[in-house]
C-alpha cells in the first residue's frame, strides 16, 4: 500500500525559506514523476512542481525561480526548497505522483505571514 508522509511545513515571515521532505513507502518512486501540490483555503489544488524520473523538471509561473523540486531516490524521497516565500504560498502541500497514485498524505501546512 502507498504512503506519503509530509513534512518540514511551518509558520515563516515573507521572505523566508522552508525544505519540505516527502517520505514514500509502498512503492519504489523513482520510476514515476513526483510532483508538489498546494491546497489554499476556497480553492482547489494545485500543481506547483514536478520531476520525472529522469530528473526533468517542470513548475508552475507562480513559483518558478523560486521553489526547487528535487528527489533521493535512494531514500524514496522528494523534497520541495521553497524560497522567497510569499503570502500567497499558504497552502497544504501534498506530494504524490502525476497522475496520482490515488491515495494522499496528510499534507503539510505552510504559513507565509508576518
Known amino acids: 500500500q502507498v504512503q506519503l508522509v509530509e513534512s518540514g511545513g511551518g509558520l515563516v515571515q515573507p521572505g523566508g525559506s522552508l525544505r519540505l521532505s516527502c517520505a514514500v513507502s509502498?512503492?519504489?518512486?523513482?520510476?514515476?514523476?513526483m510532483g508538489w501540490y498546494r491546497q489554499a483555503p476556497g480553492k482547489q489544488r494545485e500543481l506547483v512542481a514536478e520531476?520525472?524520473?529522469?530528473?526533468?523538471?517542470y513548475y508552475a509561473d507562480s513559483v518558478k525561480g523560486r521553489f526547487t523540486i528535487s528527489r533521493d531516490n535512494a531514500k524514496n524521497t522528494v523534497y520541495l526548497q521553497m524560497n522567497s516565500l510569499k503570502p500567497e504560498d499558504t497552502a497544504v502541500y501534498y506530494c504524490?505522483?502525476?497522475?496520482?497514485?490515488?491515495?494522499w498524505g496528510q499534507g503539510t501546512q505552510v504559513t507565509v505571514s508576518s
Open positions: 509502498g512503492i519504489m518512486s523513482s520510476i514515476y514523476a
Open positions: 520531476i520525472s524520473s529522469r530528473g526533468i523538471t
Open positions: 504524490n505522483a502525476n497522475p496520482s497514485f490515488g491515495v
